[in-house]
């Protein structure tokens, strides 16, 4: 039995990427400008260090933007994969600063040390202020993760 839950976990995630991508596809307009973003942070009541890597997409108007993104934080009592499709709204600034508030669902991946991998679903919430001038931006961003084992996550990063 324990095999065959390990092993339903790469599925989800493929399964998972794949619904992400597609709605990245069908959601972007036909001559958008795509971002790349890095990013890492600390995963709070992980006590984990994380990586990982997104897509900024925008949504019809110029303040809707979708950031389908990977991380995963690895810590001192097990590994953290988390694939989220977020939505954010940026308010309109005038200066070299933006801030957004957005929300998404997050497929977690659990993975503890000399345990039974766990996959929930949760659901993101979340803030963060960008660099709006140049083609190299950094962004700050506070997360609150909602699901079986919530966390809060506080990221940096550059979009590009």
């Known amino acids: 039995m324990p095999l065959l839950k390990t092993a ?25 400008e795509v971002d790349v973003d890095l990013r890492a942070g600390l995963y709070m009541d992980a006590e984990a260090f994380g ?14 933007f979708f950031n389908p993104n990977l991380e995963i934080a690895f810590g001192d009592n ?16 005038s ?9 998404g669902p997050a497929l977690l991946v659990t993975d503890p040390d000399g345990g039974e991998s766990d996959t929930n679903l949760g659901l993101n919430v979340f803030t ?25 996550v506080l990221q940096g990063g550059i979009r590009f």
């Open 8 to 32: 339903r976990v790469p599925r989800n995630l493929a399964i998972a990427a794949l619904l992400c991508g597609a709605a990245w596809m069908g959601a972007r307009p036909a001559q958008a």
């Open 51 to 64: 990586v990982g890597a997104g897509l900024l997409s925008p949504l019809g108007s110029h303040n809707w």
């Open 78 to 93: 097990a590994n953290l994969v988390s694939l989220n499709g977020d939505i954010h709204y940026d308010f309109a600034s």
């Open 128 to 152: 963060g202020i960008t660099g709006t001038r140049g083609s190299v931006r950094p962004f700050a961003q506070f997360k609150g993760v909602v699901s079986d084992n919530s966390e809060v």
């Open 95 to 103: 200066g070299n600063m933006s801030m957004w508030l957005g929300a």
